[in-house]
């Protein structure tokens, strides 16, 4: 099973990785703005650069993915509710172009 996960270097998206890499059925990838925030060691992860204000990041990073952790919020920007909904929305756009299956979503609200 292909699953992608986002907010991967927050509190609960750390444990949620450790958690899915011990599921050896499940091929993870990690959506991260910064590479160097993850760590590389473990070659079963695949990493894409890019954020959910970028719908070619998306694309790339949703690309035959079946179920997808959206754990992504702005909270230390001042306006972060219009931007978390503008994220959202586009995450729920390319993946329903991409054709995942799952969306969990997880709101600090």
Not at 12 to 29: F, M, V
Not at 79 to 99: P, W
């Amino acid at each position: 099973m292909k699953v992608l996960l986002t907010g991967s270097t927050g509190y609960i998206g750390r444990r949620l990785k450790q958690k899915l890499l011990n599921d050896e059925n499940i091929e993870l990838s990690l959506l991260v703005r910064n590479k160097k925030s993850v760590s590389s060691l473990n070659k079963n992860i695949k990493i894409i650069e890019g954020d959910t204000f970028n719908k070619d990041s998306l694309r790339e990073a949703l690309k035959n993915i079946e179920i997808a952790y959206y754990l992504i919020h702005s909270l230390s920007n001042e306006n972060y509710k219009d931007l978390d909904k503008i994220s959202a929305q586009n995450f729920l756009e390319i993946a329903n172009e991409c054709g995942v299956k799952r969306i969990i979503y997880y709101s600090t609200e």
